[in-house]
């Protein structure tokens, strides 16, 4: 069945370091991909997405490239803030998620 | 356009009592899911409801059921409540109709068991 495989946390990074959270999937046929994310005491918003190969999903200056050959998509932000601390799920189309990603960042 | 809302916020029960959890989607949005956040499980589906059929269902025990209505609200429910059962209930709404696509969650019901 389709699943998805995030880097585990917790991750710890201090104010304007670069972040990758790593995400793989198995998945038939060709699913859009996902990454929410959930700030303390809310639920989870979508950060962004890609429906197909190729395609790069960004907002707030985080980006995800959809890769088919290595069926990965992987979270990457260039400069990190406090405001950015937060748990990430890399999901798939339908009803998989990842386990999560807990990210601090420390002034 | 309002989003996803779910009643209560809080609650507190005890061992043994059953507890009614209710969500309504974004207008137009014809599935609901629900998922169950813990710190040690991460988040866990539970099922979804498309057009008040089950239409897909996680690994739970029984005492999870819920229902859809014809407006697309849900409810879920937990009979004989356990310890482990504290935790944080997600309800998300989608508009695509063969699979959930982009997914809009609520802020979530914590239930705590006592």
């Known amino acids: 069945g389709d699943s998805v495989t995030q880097m585990e946390g917790p991750v710890t990074l201090s104010e304007e370091a670069f972040l990758t959270i790593n995400c793989t999937y198995t998945?038939?046929?060709?699913?859009?991909l996902f990454w929410y994310v959930q700030y303390p005491g809310e639920g989870l918003q979508l950060l962004l997405k890609?429906?197909?190969?190729?395609d790069k999903g960004s907002n707030k200056g985080f980006e995800a490239t959809y890769r088919k050959e290595t069926t990965s998509f992987h979270l990457e932000k260039g400069s990190v803030q406090v405001s950015d601390s937060a748990v990430y799920f890399c999901a798939l189309t339908g009803l998989s998620f990842g386990a999560g990603t807990t990210v601090t960042v420390r002034a | 356009k309002a989003g996803v809302t779910q009643t209560p916020r809080y609650l507190i029960k005890t061992r043994g009592q059953q507890v009614t959890l209710s969500c309504s989607p974004i207008?137009?949005?014809?599935?609901v899911s629900w998922y169950q956040q813990t710190p040690g499980q991460g988040l866990q589906f539970l099922f979804e409801?498309?057009?008040?059929?089950?239409?897909n269902k996680g690994n739970f025990p029984g005492r999870f059921s819920g229902r859809q209505f014809s407006n697309s609200r849900s409810e879920m429910n937990v009979s004989t409540l356990e310890l482990g059962d504290s935790a944080l209930y997600l309800c998300?709404?989608?508009?695509?109709?063969?699979?959930?696509?982009?997914?809009?969650f609520g802020p979530g019901t914590r239930l705590t068991v006592l």
């Open positions: 890609a429906t197909k190969a190729d």
């Open positions: 998945a038939t046929g060709y699913p859009s």
């Open positions: 207008s137009g949005h014809r599935s």
């Open positions: 998300a709404s989608s508009l695509a109709a063969v699979k959930p696509d982009t997914q809009y």
């Open positions: 409801y498309f057009s008040e059929t089950q239409r």
